[in-house]
């Protein structure tokens, strides 16, 4: 994490009640928000208080996991806290077994390349990944597709 924000943000994993605020905070960033029910176990949220203030996810399938639904409330960007879920998930994953990680991503894609992704064609994905919503389509043909080892 780059310098601390002022506010304590704790990160913890989501909660049926906390769907609603990361859903609205996907919308104000024009991120697609599909499915995140059914995935609620393998998403963490930031909190300030019981605020929810950011947000990330897996969709693991196998040994490959789509990392999906990286948010920050605009507030709280550029102090650390997407740096932080990002790291957080990293470790999740491969606390589940998961060795690939895979994302799209129309708007972050220096920020994910300075955290160890490379941009891959989007045809080199396992099938587990490109049967994703995310992949099929949620995501338009012009996001950028990325892959990192979990443990490089
Ligand atoms: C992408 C996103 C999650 C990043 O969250 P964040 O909390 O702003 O990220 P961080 O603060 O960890 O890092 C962001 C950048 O700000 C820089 N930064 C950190 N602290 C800073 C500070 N005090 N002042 C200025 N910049 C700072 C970081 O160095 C980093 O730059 P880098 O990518 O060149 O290394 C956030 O911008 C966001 O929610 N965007 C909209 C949704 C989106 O595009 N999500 C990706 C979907 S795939």
Do not use: W
């Amino acid at each position: 994490m780059k310098a601390p924000p002022s506010v304590r943000i704790v990160v913890k994993s989501a909660r049926a009640e906390d769907v609603a605020a990361i859903v609205a905070l996907l919308q104000d960033a024009g991120l697609p928000h599909e499915g995140i029910g059914t995935h609620l176990n393998e998403f963490l949220v930031a909190r300030v208080g019981e605020e929810v203030v950011g947000a990330v996810g897996l969709e693991v399938h196998g040994t490959a996991a789509l990392l999906r639904s990286l948010v920050v409330a605009p507030e709280l960007r550029g102090k650390g806290l997407g740096e932080g879920l990002t790291g957080t998930i990293v470790a999740r994953a491969a606390s589940l077994g998961v060795q690939q990680l895979y994302l799209l991503t129309t708007t972050a894609a220096h920020f994910f390349a300075r955290r160890g992704f490379t941009a891959i064609a989007r045809g080199n994905v396992p099938a587990g990944i490109a049967g994703t919503e995310e992949f099929k389509s949620l995501c338009p043909a012009s996001a950028v597709c990325m892959q990192r080892l979990v443990k490089p």
